[in-house]
């Protein structure tokens, strides 16, 4: 899988790629990531991306030429399954639409800053619309690393079993049952019985309790009955 990445902050990817799960992907060869700085797509010498709103009111917003230099560039070298604009107003973000998005090949995601891109590329240019949820961040760097994240732990090889992501919450529409490890007792807290059992059955029966009563508490709506 490929992911491009077009911001005005690619610093901000430094961390979140660099460690862990998607360092070593990345290490594999199981996922490209590029980043692309949208001022290298300016059209003038202050490699300006924003401009004022047209009708006043307040902050910038970003201009259609710059994103639609950068992502045609794009286009002109491989074929794109999504162009995803991060938006506070777009589909919310869930493991099913990781899911989806994972058995994808080439995918861009556009972060906005300031008041958000003019609408026009929203309108012409981008293919889908996502929220990482009902709240309003600076920009949309944080929301596509959440959503590379998302998707990349999901592609055949990058988690090893131990870590398998079809043991997680929401993968079968159930959030995951509680987890222990040593010691079985800490400051009198013990772990329950039945996990020391042995007996594969009756934890497996436990467990499947446990993330049916956890979802009725915790997540109703996913309708665990
Ligand atoms: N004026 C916009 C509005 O009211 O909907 C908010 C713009 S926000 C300050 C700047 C950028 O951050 C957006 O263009 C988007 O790319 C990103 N962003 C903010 N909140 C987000 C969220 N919940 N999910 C995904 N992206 C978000």
Redesign the pocket.
Known sequence: MRIDIITIFPEMFEGPFSESIIKRARGKGLVEIQLHNLRDYATDTHKKVDDYAFSGGA?MV?MIEPIDRCISTLKQQRSYDEII??????NILTQAVSNELSLLQNLIL????????DERVREHLITKE???????????EL?AAVLTDSIIRLLPGVLGDETSALSDSFQDGLIAPPVYTRPRIYKGWEVPEILLSGDEKKIAEWKHHQSISRTKARRPNLDPD
């Open positions: 902050g970003m604009y991060l938006s506070p107003d777009g556009l972060c906005g800053r300031y008041k958000g891109v996502i929220s990482i949820g009902d709240y309003v961040l600076s920009g949309g929301a």
